[in-house]
Every structure is written in C-alpha cells, then in structure tokens.
C-alpha cells in the first residue's frame, strides 16, 4: 500500500502532492484501468510489436 506521513509543519496540500506523484510513479491507477477492460491476447502481442517498432526507432534515432 502506498501511504504518506505528514512532516511537522507540513501543509495537507503538499502531501497530497506527494502522493499524487508516489501513486504516478508506481502505476497503480495504471495497472487498475488495464485490469477494467478485457483485451484479447493477439490485440495484446499487436501492441507489444508496436511498442518494440517504436523503442526501436527511438534508439536508432538516439545513436547518430
């Protein structure tokens, strides 16, 4: 579970920020909206080609 403790003399709004950054970072929600809808598995492996391109062409990019 992800929890924050409020420092002395903290304000309740920069925790909140703090939080809100933990759970980005984890990818909580993330993984929760990926669990909300089914996908099909040749769907899944269609994507997974397409990140791969993309990772691919970055890297490319990144060389020269």
């Given at each position: 579970?992800?929890?924050?403790?409020?420092?002395?003399?903290?304000?309740?709004?920069?925790?909140?920020n703090r939080f809100k950054k933990m759970v980005t970072r984890s990818r909580v929600l993330n993984e929760y909206k990926e669990r909300?809808?089914?996908?099909?598995?040749?769907?899944?492996?269609?994507?997974?080609?397409k990140k791969s391109v993309r990772e691919e062409r970055r890297r490319q990019r990144d060389n020269y």
């Open positions: 579970m992800i929890g924050v403790n409020v420092k002395d003399n903290e304000s309740i709004d920069r925790a909140i909300q809808q089914f996908t099909k598995p040749s769907e899944e492996r269609r994507e997974a080609l």
